[in-house]
């Protein structure tokens, strides 16, 4: 049996679902699409996603069973230059916690807050 990847898939747990796909769409420059919860439970907008890819896919989720907010996990988003994301935060309605900084061998990272109140960040080699 073959290693598997630590994460198979993410949400984001949001209080308004519009905002924050404009949000996320803004800071990273891509299109969410809209996909069907399997219990019919929550509304989601998809980040684009290779299934078959290295890494995860996730989703920006509303629903009456999980709440935004800070605290707990973290989910890290790759970039080329993760400062190039970082500067559309603001304007996009977060809050740049922690500017870019070094993690040494590992390359560069920052943290944000969404306009919902969670913690991310967003990684990069350069």
Avoid at 1 to 23: C, P, T, Y
Avoid at 50 to 78: C, L, N
Avoid at 109 to 123: R, Y
Wanted: charged letters at 20%; one cysteine or more.
């Amino acid at each position: 049996m073959s290693q598997m990847n630590a994460v198979g898939w993410f949400d984001i747990f949001v209080d308004d679902l519009d905002r924050a796909v404009k949000f996320y769409e803004t800071v990273f420059a891509v299109t969410l699409e809209a996909i069907g919860d399997p219990t019919g439970e929550s509304q989601m907008r998809a980040f684009p996603t290779e299934m078959t890819g290295y890494g995860a896919g996730g989703a920006i989720s509303k629903s009456e069973h999980a709440q935004p907010g800070p605290g707990g996990t973290v989910v890290y988003f790759q970039a080329q230059d993760c400062a190039v994301e970082e500067a559309r935060v603001e304007a996009a309605g977060g809050v740049v916690l922690r500017p870019k900084f070094s993690i040494g061998e590992f390359g560069f990272v920052n943290l944000c807050q969404d306009t919902e109140g969670n913690i991310f960040g967003i990684s990069s080699m350069q």
